[in-house]
């Protein structure tokens, strides 16, 4: 990703709030004090799954944390590379529903690559809430009948109760990441 320094410089912001030191956290999250003070100095080689986990820790959005900005819609919310632009078109659920959750089951950040030719994936829906980060070309998401195209850099966090699914939207290969909290 292309902004680690600021996601670093976010972890350590929302750190100091808490009342944490740096030696204080890498010692909760069981890693080494030095590798820890490593990531906040400019994010490079931290792991997504530790920013995941500091999120949980401190019960903030993920998507704040990861690109500056708060999804804070009633059911699904799409960040435009550093610009929020929201969309809501299913009343009835509120910004707990969507929020990952520090009491949920966490599944492990998953790197996904579409290609051109890949057939359209099949709506899907499962319980929880959903993180799309798109990290190199086009990515088509789609609820029912509507369709997103996200860039690199976009991202979008939604209910997937929703049947949903991903596609590939331009001429060469797209790769996004996707977490998932059941």
């Not at 999804?71 to 929020?99: E, M, N, W």
């Amino acid at each position: 990703m292309d902004n680690l320094k600021e996601i670093a410089e976010r972890i350590a912001g929302l750190r100091d709030a808490c009342g944490y030191t740096a030696d204080e956290l890498a010692d909760e999250l069981g890693i080494d004090r030095a590798v820890y003070a490593s990531y906040e100095a400019d994010g490079k080689d931290i792991p997504i799954s530790v920013i995941f986990q500091i999120a949980n820790k401190f019960n903030v959005d993920f998507n704040e944390v990861l690109t500056g900005n708060s999804a804070k819609l009633d059911t699904y919310h799409i960040v435009r590379a550093g610009t929020g632009r929201d969309v809501s078109r299913y009343p009835g659920y509120s910004y707990q529903d969507l929020a990952f959750r520090y009491s949920h089951k966490v599944m492990q950040p998953l790197l996904v690559t579409l290609d051109p030719s890949d057939e359209p994936a099949a709506l899907v829906s499962h319980t929880g809430q959903e993180f799309n980060y798109v990290v190199e070309g086009k990515v088509i998401v789609a609820f029912g009948d509507n369709e997103f195209l996200l860039e690199k850099g976009d991202s979008i966090y939604f209910n997937p109760k929703f049947p949903h699914g991903q596609k590939c939207g331009g001429d060469t290969p797209a790769t996004f990441l996707t977490m998932i909290a059941e």
